[in-house]
T-cell receptor, first 112, second 117 residues
């Protein structure tokens, strides 16, 4: 079954610095990947998704992710973070009919 | 504006009680899901439903059941609550897609923090 691994449970960063949140997926013939964000006391929202086509995917709020088949990775990046980006970020993969499996999450902490 | 509403934000129950968590969506979505979220474990799928009266087990269905009598409502039932079911419960919904290239995004509710004492 498909799965994703988020090795970093927490990533502290200063405001306006770049950030990368790592996600690795289990190898498969085809894979469909997502990044969701959860702001404090809220449900999850879709940031971006990769289904096929261009390996660089742009999402909302200035985030982007790159699908790398050789490294089985789908890392999330932002060139300059804001305080408001403080949240928990989840990588996810389609694992069956209509089913998503989520990673364990990475908490991004942005300090002034 | 699309909306997934979970009936309670916080809930405190005693061991052995029967607990109902309710979720309502107003988007006419076919799919509805129940996840639990625990620190260090992320989100784990408990049950999902892709139609009225249809249900499928997720990855951790033990100790839970579900009910989908109407399209807009999906209930999670803890038949006899236990302390290890203390968790954040998240409901989500999405459109049904038979084409994997058109996987629809999930819309989430704000969650119900359940404490079982």
């Amino acid at each position: 079954a498909q799965s994703v691994t988020q090795l970093d449970s927490q990533v502290p960063v200063f405001e306006e610095a770049p950030v990368e949140l790592r996600c690795n997926y289990s190898s498969s013939v085809s894979v469909y990947l997502f990044w969701y964000v959860q702001y404090p006391n809220q449900g999850l929202q879709l940031l971006l998704k990769y289904l096929s086509g261009s390996t660089l995917v742009k999402g909302i709020n200035g985030f982007e992710a790159e699908f790398n088949k050789s490294q089985t990775s789908f890392h999330l990046r932002k060139p300059s973070v804001h305080i408001s980006d403080t949240a928990e970020y989840f990588c996810a993969v389609i694992t069956g009919f209509q089913k998503l499996v989520f990673g364990t999450g990475t908490r991004l902490l942005v300090s002034p | 504006d699309v909306k997934v509403t979970q009936s309670s934000r916080y809930l405190v129950k005693r061991t052995g009680e029967k607990v109902f968590l309710e979720c309502v969506q107003d988007m006419d979505h076919e799919n509805m899901f129940w996840y639990r979220q625990d620190p260090g474990l992320g989100l784990r799928l408990i049950y999902f439903s892709y139609d009225v009266k249809m249900k499928e087990k997720g990855d951790i269905p033990e100790g839970y059941s579900v009910s989908r009598e109407k399209k807009e409502r999906f209930s999670l039932i803890l038949e006899s609550a236990s302390t290890n079911q203390t968790s954040m419960y998240l409901c989500a919904s999405s459109l049904l897609s038979f084409d994997r290239d058109r996987v629809e995004k999930l819309f989430f509710g704000s969650g119900t923090q359940l404490s079982v004492l």
